[in-house]
């Protein structure tokens, strides 16, 4: 008598084991691509705030950091008095500073850099943007200066 369990269709322990092995291999490439994919996302996110955070820093900046030189009554006068090392509420972890430079061949302007620093995979990514603005007075100092008022200082 024939075993009747012979002629049954089925699987091998190896094929089932090669056949684990291959969906192994796939999830675990899908895993990495994500674990890349969401790196790369933060990166983006990142670099998205900070264009977003440039035209804030130049607002602020030039209400903020522009001030007549202490000891002097022209209304021409001005220093700039950089912002360092300041977070950015909407991106944990971003912190940004400006400063400002004068070129001698266009005294009118000043030229600000704005650096934006944060931590991306253990490193720190830094980026630097550059705006050209006038070298002027907040216009509410100029308003009050204009109406024959003291030009009010405000520390913020």
């Known amino acids: 008598m024939a075993d009747p369990r012979r002629n049954e269709a089925g699987f091998t322990l190896a094929e089932m084991l090669v056949a684990l092995g291959i969906l ?3 999830v675990t490439s899908l895993l990495a691509a994500m674990a890349s994919s969401i ?3 933060r990166s983006s996110d990142a670099r998205l705030e900070t264009t977003a955070l440039v035209e804030h820093v130049v607002h ?12 002097s009554s022209s209304p021409v006068d001005l220093e700039f008095r950089p912002l360092v090392d300041q977070p ?19 005294p009118t302007v000043w030229l600000l850099r704005i650096e934006a620093k944060w931590f991306d995979g253990g ?11 006038p070298r002027q007075a907040p216009l509410r100092d100029r308003v009050l200066t204009a109406r024959g008022g003291a030009a009010e200082t405000t520390d913020r």
């Open 24 to 26: 192994l291999f796939g």
């Open 39 to 41: 790196g790369q996302r």
């Open 60 to 71: 602020r900046a030039m209400h903020e950091c522009v001030a007549l030189r202490d000891g």
């Open 88 to 106: 950015w509420p909407g991106f944990p972890g971003l912190r940004w500073s400006v400063r400002a430079t004068v070129d001698e061949n266009r």
């Open 123 to 133: 490193e720190e990514i830094v980026s630097e943007y550059l705006r050209v603005v």
